[in-house]
């Protein structure tokens, strides 16, 4: 299991029993969502259905930076199997976007280790959060030219 979900809490003025709302700010859910990010590009977390499988929701769906559109059980069955190399992350951004819905944006460089080039890779995904945990609904990467 990747750990459980941080819970961050911000007070409210509610009279009946001293009740608190729980929400997070941008700043506080967009470190959550880059470690969830980054562990969903981590090849060993990849390789293994059962850690994707916390992190990605039931019906999620990805349009790879090839154009190709991947189901949830596709890319279990396609992670699971792949030669990755984990690539490094930049300009992350993070957007509470409606009540338990966000989105996050970044860019990915990877350089190929035989021809020393860098490939760049725009991407965005929407998270839900569901019985308090935060998980993928849709992921797309764009290849930068």
């Known amino acids: 299991m990747l750990g459980a979900d941080l819970v961050f809490v911000?007070?409210?003025?509610?009279?009946d029993a001293g009740s608190e709302l729980v929400?997070?700010?941008?700043?506080?859910?967009?470190?959550?969502?880059?470690?969830?990010?980054?562990?969903?590009?981590?090849?060993?977390?990849?390789?293994?259905p059962a850690l994707v499988s916390e992190l990605v929701a039931e019906d999620f769906l990805e349009i790879g930076s090839s154009g190709k559109v991947w189901s949830r059980e596709r890319i279990l069955?396609?992670?699971?199997?792949?030669?990755?190399?984990?690539?490094?992350?930049?300009?992350?951004?993070?957007?509470?976007?409606?009540?338990?819905?966000?989105?996050?944006?970044?860019?990915?460089?990877?350089?190929?280790a035989e021809s020393g080039q860098t490939a760049a890779v725009l991407r965005t995904s929407l998270w839900i959060q569901e019985s308090g945990v935060w998980r993928m609904r849709f992921h797309q990467g764009t290849k930068i030219p």
Do not use: H, M, S, W
Not at 10 to 15: A, D, F, P
Not at 23 to 40: I, K, N, V, Y
Not at 87 to 95: H, L, M, N, Q, V
């Open 23 to 48: 929400e997070p700010t941008d700043e506080e859910l967009g470190a959550r969502l880059l470690d969830r990010e980054r562990a969903l590009l981590d090849p060993a977390v990849r390789r293994n």
């Open 10 to 15: 911000r007070k409210t003025n509610v009279e």
């Open 77 to 112: 069955e396609l992670l699971a199997t792949e030669d990755y190399r984990q690539p490094a992350i930049e300009d992350f951004k993070c957007a509470l976007i409606a009540e338990k819905v966000a989105l996050v944006t970044y860019r990915t460089l990877r350089t190929d």
